[in-house]
């Protein structure tokens, strides 16, 4: 058997399988673009990019869905 990990989004889909939820049900929250932001993306599920240190993201082609500082902002999403 295949071992998968961030990013690859098999990792994701086994997550969902797993507790019976659909993408549109769940979010990825996730500090790092390009293994929790880039693969949940890659999977359909909504991401939250944890930004403490407020790093810029501009040159990243992958784009979350939301940005936020703290686990406090996370409030005003759910």
Not at 25 to 54: E, F, P
Not at 63 to 71: H, M, Q, S
Request: charged content about 25%; some cysteine.
């Amino acid at each position: 058997m295949k071992k998968s990990g961030k990013p690859d989004k098999q990792i994701f889909e086994i997550a969902l399988n797993k507790f019976g939820a659909g993408k549109e049900s769940v979010i990825m929250i996730g500090n790092s673009i390009d293994t929790d932001i880039a693969g949940a993306g890659a999977s359909g599920i909504k991401t939250v990019w944890l930004n403490r240190n407020n790093n810029i993201h501009c040159e990243h082609t992958i784009k979350p869905d939301y940005i936020i500082k703290n686990l406090k902002e996370l409030v005003s999403l759910l």
